[in-house]
């Protein structure tokens, strides 16, 4: 089966929705069926040169071996007329589509739509219901998407289909302390919009720490992990951080991420901070791969009560979810003064990150591929 994967987002982006489609991509590049492409929304025409910077970059940021993945060119997401458009399809099986927002008609036999973003969008009209209704296959990356995009969008969704955490990266202890430092750590890209990660609100909370518990925190650090998108953001950030115990990593590959999780003892994510989500659920974590992966790694997650970090979390550990500052600093120190009740924390995390293995992700997308 000749089988595309398009994302307006490549090859431009690094973050969830990029690790989620390439998650797919190995999955079916590894059961050795299919012709697999990646279609990246360009008129330029894709060099060797350019494909190979391309695929270096995304092996780089997955650490997966792409050189299988066929990358070519699509007038999708580009000034190409209607008819180019749509007779481009024609050529494939199967169309995988992860939205933007945005839909298109298609003349492949099958396609498949992922939605990762609870956007607030109109597809009521008569040309956006034919749109929908050319998607045989509508899929979601959580319940929390599931939930908004179902009631505001008037359709069903079939699947959710969450994202997976490779555990063979993430190697099973006996002791949840080994090799654990005194980290605190997020991981996410650096931009404003839509659901920004908020990394000043985790520096003013750093901060208000160190004030607080000048002892306890001796020797703690918070590390900031992720690309930049938006250059003037960053700096901003950049200008927090001076002068305090904290590690920005801007220019990170896979291997070196995995390590940090590995060290760091806490993670933090504060996405939303400030929002209702009710109002803006575009803006608060959609998922949340980056905290699953943090606590496979046996890192205590406290994540804001917002969003898809509660289904993350689940019911288990929904007393990690944080709903005001106070709150987070409070169980930060909790955690920071009982080593063993983190170990412990730790070990149970690891057990619910479990839950979001490669062969519950796989068996769902063979599903939804063979059908």
């Known amino acids: 089966m000749k089988i595309v994967f398009y ?19 190995t999955a079916l590049l590894e059961r050795g069926r299919d012709e697999v492409y990646l279609a990246l929304p360009t008129r330029d025409f894709l060099t060797q040169e350019k494909t190979a910077i391309i695929r270096q970059n995304y092996q780089k940021f997955c650490a997966y071996d792409l050189n ?95 994202p997976l955490v490779n555990l063979n990266e993430f190697p099973a202890q006996k002791d ?94 504060a996405t939303g901070y400030g929002l209702d989500e009710n109002k803006y659920p575009s803006a608060v974590e959609h998922f949340g791969i980056a905290p699953v992966e943090a606590m496979a790694a046996y890192c205590v997650a406290l994540l804001i009560a917002k969003g898809g970090h509660k289904e993350v979390l689940g019911d288990e550990f929904a007393d990690y979810l944080w709903q005001s500052d106070e709150d987070c600093l409070k169980k930060t120190i909790s955690l920071i003064k009982n080593e063993q009740e983190r170990a412990k924390v730790a070990q149970g995390m690891r057990i619910r990150a479990q839950d979001f293995n490669a062969e519950r992700f796989n068996q769902l997308l063979f599903k939804m591929i063979d059908a």
């Open 7 to 25: 994302s307006p987002y490549f090859p431009k982006h690094f973050g969830g929705g990029e690790k989620y489609l390439l998650d797919c991509i």
């Open 68 to 162: 299988k993945l066929k990358i070519i060119a699509s007038p999708l997401g580009t000034s190409a007329s209607f008819w180019q458009k749509l007779f481009w399809t024609k050529d494939f099986d199967l169309i995988y589509h992860l939205t933007d927002g945005s839909l298109f008609f298609s003349l492949a036999k099958k396609n498949i739509l992922h939605i990762q973003v609870p956007l607030s969008l109109n597809k009521r009209s008569v040309i956006e219901r034919l749109k929908l209704k050319n998607y045989q296959i509508k899929n979601s990356n959580s319940y929390f998407t599931k939930d908004y995009v179902e009631k505001n969008w008037s359709i069903k969704i079939d699947f959710v289909h969450q």
């Open 176 to 269: 949840p302390s080994f090799k654990k430092e005194k980290i605190i750590l997020n991981v996410g890209r650096f931009f404003r919009q839509l659901h920004s990660k908020r990394q000043d609100v985790l520096i003013n909370l750093f901060t208000r720490l160190l004030k607080a518990e000048p002892k306890l925190l001796a020797g703690w650090e918070l590390h900031l992990v992720g690309a930049v998108e938006d250059e003037a953001y960053f700096q901003e950030i950049e200008k927090l951080a001076k002068d305090l115990p904290i590690k920005i990593h801007q220019q990170i590959d896979r291997a070196s991420l995995v390590k940090l999780y590995q060290r760091a003892s806490i993670y933090w994510q």
